[in-house]
């Protein structure tokens, strides 16, 4: 490895620098954006059941907001209603909209840094493409002593081959899990969104009828 590294030149380096910020990248979000994490499958079924007869305290909303960032959007919607026992639905609709917007802002954190690298790594493998071919013009270029110089054009060929194949070689597993990561924040958005549907019904019935 040492040796292909030394073989592709200095160009090399910021690849090897894009692979591994990718790789910190795509474990980080492996993790945090597990089902159990995010969307607990029965979560929504909890609330609604714990909610079904009266509004919970405030120690169980703050369990709740702790729990997932689902619970954490849910949370939000009973925290309007406790807060405002006279919320119109609109009300509550933006409070679950704002909790939502927070989510998947938090959700697609390191996102864009994941589709950076997978646009950027080709480039610089281009990048020392381009300047493995101007050592091998070098190595051929007439003068005294420079007309036929056999190591540096295989050097020259080393750097342009080795750096096209580390940019692709980092560009395609970055561009699969930034799609990959992408869909699921999007599959998660849908899920919250309605799981919110489903909850705004469900608390307007504690909420305060205004009369006259």
Not at 23 to 43: C, F, G, N, Q, W
Not at 49 to 78: I, Q, W, Y
Not at 98 to 105: D, I, M, P, Q
Request: net charge positive; aromatic share 6%.
């Amino acid at each position: 490895m040492l040796s292909i590294i030394q073989a592709a030149g200095w160009p090399i380096w910021p690849l090897l620098l894009c692979s591994v910020v990718a790789l910190a990248l795509v474990i980080e979000r492996m993790y945090h954006l597990r089902d159990s994490l995010v969307t607990p499958p029965k979560l929504l079924e909890e609330v609604i059941s714990v909610t079904r007869a009266s509004l919970p305290g405030a120690d169980v909303v703050n369990k709740l907001a702790e729990n997932s960032v689902l619970g954490m959007v849910l949370a939000a919607g009973l925290r309007s209603v406790i807060a405002d026992p006279r919320i119109a639905e609109t009300g509550l609709r933006q409070a679950f909209e704002n909790a939502g917007r927070k989510a998947v802002h938090r959700l697609e954190r390191y996102l864009n840094t994941l589709g950076t690298i997978a646009a950027a790594a080709p480039l610089l493998g281009l990048l020392g493409t381009v300047i493995g071919m101007i050592e091998i013009f070098g190595s051929q270029a007439p003068g005294p002593g420079a007309g036929n110089n056999p190591q540096q054009l295989a050097h020259g060929i080393s750097i342009a081959l080795y750096n096209t194949a580390f940019g692709l070689i980092i560009a395609i597993p970055a561009l699969m899990f930034y799609r990959y990561f992408r869909g699921k924040v999007d599959a998660f958005q849908l899920t919250m969104e309605l799981a919110a549907e489903r909850m705004v019904p469900h608390l307007m019935r504690f909420v305060v009828r205004s009369t006259g």
